[in-house]
């Protein structure tokens, strides 16, 4: 018996603290001073369940609040709050006529015949000076005052906006002289290079698909072949092979420290000369064999590894250089002049509404 009262009372306590914390009382006062003879508000706000029952103290009009403080009137609103509760309000009107500072004791409120408090406030009232020695001089309240025009007050935003039209004028001319100067471009280009071997090997290709080796026209054949060596030469080992004899050619080529294939290279160089010039017939097989010798040199002398794209980075003229300056200093002064103008026009509008 004993546990189920024990358990009992826990339960009820449980449900107290719960109904407890579901209610709640808010007293304020929308102002904590005022003037002898003026109005304040106190507001009492209690948050409770849906169909609680709520008991204000019953306050009347023209009644004190406290000694000191007038009720003139009070108002009373209900609403819907959050989680299904209902907020009951009652708005009091209060004044005093005498300097003091009162205090507002805590308003109790009954939910459901419990009792519950809000909290302490304090209202100061502040008495209005009365010129005592002069009690026969009233003055009538001041109209609206009508100051005169005073040019120290307005010369210098007078002239912050001469200075803003100034500038303006300024961009205008600046602007027409950049349309006038018409942006350089200069873009970089990245150009597929092809390296010497590489080029070289397709003239040689060419030749063999025109059949060449089988030509009767031994001249033109040793021509192109020729042509193809000293331009490879010309490329890869970098002197002008297409203006030199063949003992230079071979001359160079020995100095560059490359004496791969010299004896093929020479007998091939040799033998174009005496088709070019002396009108000499090549044996069965020698125009084959030289192709073959030309295409071993370029294939043994070649250089892997080079780079087969090319960055063109364009050259500009003096003028070119200096119109770009130019363009360059007129868009910074358009900058300068923008913000310039800005932060006068603000500081004039904003001196404008303080004076006005």
């Known amino acids: 018996m004993k546990k189920i009262l024990y358990i009992f009372g826990f339960l009820m306590a449980t449900l107290t603290g719960v109904e407890a914390q579901n209610v709640s009382v808010e007293q304020k006062i929308d102002s904590v001073g005022i003037l002898i003879g003026e109005q304040a508000h106190m507001t009492v706000t209690v948050t409770a369940r849906e169909g609680a029952q709520v008991v204000f103290p019953e ?46 004791p805590p308003v109790e409120v009954k939910v459901d015949g419990k009792p519950y408090k809000g909290e302490q406030l304090a209202l100061k009232v502040i008495t209005v000076d009365v010129d005592t020695l002069h009690p026969n001089e009233f003055f009538p309240p001041k109209d609206v005052q009508d100051n005169p025009f005073l040019w120290s007050e307005w010369s210098r935003l007078f002239w912050l906006s001469v200075l803003v039209v100034v500038l303006c004028l300024a961009a205008v001319w600046l ?25 070289a090997m397709k003239a040689i290709d060419q030749i063999k698909a025109d059949h060449m080796t089988a030509s009767e026209d031994q001249k033109e054949y040793y021509t192109r072949l020729t042509d193809t060596l000293r331009q490879y030469i010309n490329e890869r080992f970098g002197f002008n092979a297409m203006e030199m004899t063949t003992p230079e050619i071979i001359y160079n080529l020995q100095q560059s420290g490359d004496q791969t294939m010299i004896g093929e290279l020479k007998d091939l160089f040799e033998t174009a000369d005496l088709v070019k010039f002396a009108k000499y017939s ?75």
């Open 59 to 104: 306050w009347k009009p023209k009644t004190y609040l406290v000694p000191g403080v007038e009720l003139l009137a009070i108002e009373k609103d209900t609403a819907q709050a959050d989680d299904g509760q209902v907020s009951f309000s009652q708005r009091l009107t209060v004044t005093s006529f005498d300097e003091n500072l009162y205090a507002l």
């Open 282 to 356: 090549t044996l069965m097989g020698e125009n084959d064999r030289n192709l073959v010798n030309a295409i071993n040199f370029i294939d043994q002398t070649k250089v892997e590894g080079q780079p087969t794209e090319e960055r063109v980075e364009p050259q500009l003229s003096d003028d070119d250089k200096k119109t770009q300056q130019n363009r360059l200093v007129i868009k910074t002064l358009l900058g300068i002049i923008a913000v310039a103008v800005v932060a006068v026009v603000v500081y004039v509008a904003y001196s404008v509404i303080q004076l006005l």
């Open 175 to 199: 602007l027409l002289r950049l349309k006038a100067n018409k942006p350089i471009i200069a873009s970089i280009r990245i150009i597929k290079k092809i390296l010497p071997h590489q080029r």
